[in-house]
């Protein structure tokens, strides 16, 4: 699902270990009981797009932790995730973020909410909210991101839909195309910008 241009739905995953370059990204996972479970990871990069959308003073690179508490019961399942950091220019990261989801066998729905910031003049704060909904290989969701600036914020509000469906009966290969509407307004400077995206994933399990 893409963002329109300028706009971006933070999801707690700012310092990802698969964003970048020279990228180092290890984590260890803990099992606490019945459907509980604690994951710690550790990223380091020497790479400057660890940024989000609406900052760009990364200073070349950033280190951080990301503890992720998870819950899984029958039909709920609820994720906790927390990351904090800070880039080799000393701007510093950190944010939460919250996902529950529960299967009611018609249908499955899932929420999520994140809220990070930056010690950065050009984007203090961001705050991401998504829902979602899944009936068997239907899915249909909407996003909405709230980036601060100086001077304004930039809101993005993005709606998608997708299908997965078996790719020519091949066991394990499955096609999921997917339509997605986004609009990014920015209050500072009083600019929408509007994108529509297509995109195909293919998905085989060996």
Do not use: C, W
Not at 5 to 32: M, P, Q
Not at 58 to 69: K, Q, S
Not at 115 to 126: C, I, L, T, V, Y
Request: hydrophobic share 35%; no cysteine; aromatic share 8%.
């Amino acid at each position: 699902v893409g963002s329109a241009t300028g706009g971006s739905v933070y999801a707690a995953n700012t310092l990802r270990g698969r964003n970048g370059d020279a990228v180092f990204h290890g984590a260890a996972t803990f099992t606490l009981g019945s459907g509980l479970s604690f994951e710690f990871g550790l990223t380091s990069t020497t790479s400057n797009s660890l940024a989000s959308a609406t900052s760009s003073a990364t200073g070349g690179g950033a280190r951080g932790v990301r503890p992720v508490l998870s819950y899984a019961s029958g039909p709920l399942t609820a994720r906790l995730g927390l990351e904090q950091g800070e880039y080799n220019s000393g701007n510093k990261v950190s944010g939460v973020g919250l996902t529950v989801g529960y299967d009611f066998g018609a249908f499955k729905l899932v929420g999520n909410y994140a809220q990070g910031k930056q010690d950065a003049a050009a984007n203090e704060s961001e705050t991401g909210l998504g829902l979602s909904v899944g009936i068997g290989g239907l899915a249909v969701g909407f996003a909405r991101g709230v980036n601060d600036k100086a001077g304004g914020n930039v809101t993005v509000q993005t709606g998608y839909v997708s299908y997965n469906m078996p790719l020519f009966s091949i066991k394990g290969a499955s096609i999921t195309p997917a339509v997605s509407v986004s609009r990014a307004s920015d209050s500072a400077a009083g600019t929408n910008a509007d994108e529509t995206a297509v995109r195909v994933r293919l998905h085989y399990d060996f």
